[in-house]
């Protein structure tokens, strides 16, 4: 049925490439183009491209509409994409979790993250960081950790459900830091915050935009951050990495994707109308208080940090038994 199914999906895209070829890359773009977001509006995934739209539309001089496409993680969205005519005119800023968690966590894939997309860049990462309710008395990563391995399975972290970034960070951490956590699942990134503040849960892996005012305000306390460099919004809470677990890196980023058979030159086209939005001064500062960071890079770069994603969650997955859906 799979073979059937990319078979499918193969012959569309096969066409969809002879159109391409008919849209004359050298006049790209003529018509708007539509940026698929795989989520619901209001996220982080949407946040993004909202505020990219508009410079993107500027550097193409052509509209960019933003079309929201949530569903299975993103997995629907993403699917749309992969099967649309390679011509430049859909384009997706897909996740971590559509080309870096699903293909290890899904027995069944719609869509090959690599093959079945042409690799624009990189977007911007979006650390995790390890926050605490102020009833834990661990004041440092370090003192963290020897909380946790004192207290096994003592302690409860909170995410948005099984599968989810968040999860995947805490199951890294156990496996790396060789302790047992207590997982505790919400129907929500937000609700899984709400359970840390009201001390439901004594820590989570929250993403940086849903918890850096309540940092600020002291309602949690920030012990480390996923990201292999320190975040530039908390300059002085360091990496796991280099405080506790050497060579942790747990994070969520977001890049840009066209359908597989996308002309080289339109691309590139569209890698050089980003990396110029997301350049901007502005454009910079707002990401940054909004928790993400620009991480641009070339086409081929983004293929390869995909395949070095898929290999090292799939790794974690085997490693830690965790079931695939």
């Known amino acids: ?36 977001v795989p989520a619901a509006p209001g996220g982080g995934t949407d946040v993004l491209a909202r505020l990219i ?24 969205g993403s699917e749309q994409v992969a099967r649309a005519a390679p011509d430049g005119y859909t384009i ?10 699903a ?18 860049t990189k977007g911007v990462v979006v650390t995790n960081i390890l926050v605490v309710h102020p009833s834990v008395p661990a004041q440092t990563a370090k003192e963290f950790l020897a909380l946790v391995k004192a207290k096994p399975g003592e302690l409860n972290y909170s995410t948005s459900g099984r599968g989810s970034g968040a999860f995947m960070a805490g199951e890294l951490f156990s496996q790396m830091a060789g302790v047992e956590i207590t997982h505790v699942p919400y ?19 929250a993403t940086a935009p849903s918890v850096m ?31 506790i677990l050497p060579g942790f890196e ?16 339109i691309v590139n086209r569209l890698n050089t109308a980003i990396h110029q939005a997301m350049g901007q001064p502005e454009v910079v500062k707002s990401l940054v208080e909004q928790g993400m960071e620009p991480i641009l890079s070339t086409p081929k770069e ?15 997955v085997k490693a830690r038994g965790i079931e695939a859906e």
């Open 1 to 36: 049925m799979r073979r059937l199914f990319r078979g499918g999906l193969c012959l569309m895209a096969t066409l969809g490439f002879l159109q391409g070829v008919q849209a004359q890359p050298s006049t790209y773009p003529t018509r708007s183009v539509k940026l698929v």
């Open 213 to 243: 005012s309540l940092i600020q305000a002291g309602r949690m306390r920030a012990l480390g951050v996923t990201t292999p460099t320190r975040f530039a919004g908390l300059p002085n809470v360091p990496t796991l990495s280099e405080a």
């Open 53 to 76: 739209g508009k410079r993107l539309s500027e550097g193409l001089g052509q509209a960019v509409v933003i079309d929201n496409r949530a569903g299975a993680g993103g997995v629907l």
């Open 187 to 205: 129907k929500g990134g937000g609700l899984a915050v709400s359970g840390l503040v009201a001390g439901h849960v004594q820590f989570s892996f």
């Open 92 to 101: 997706l800023l897909g996740t971590v979790a559509t080309h870096g968690l």
């Open 103 to 120: 293909p290890s966590l899904m027995k069944v894939m719609p869509y090959d993250p690599v093959e079945d997309f042409a690799h624009i």
């Open 302 to 316: 983004q293929r390869d940090f995909i395949r070095a994603e898929i290999t090292k969650w799939q790794a974690l």
């Open 250 to 265: 747990a994070s969520n980023w977001y890049a840009f994707f066209a359908p597989a058979h996308t002309p080289d030159a």
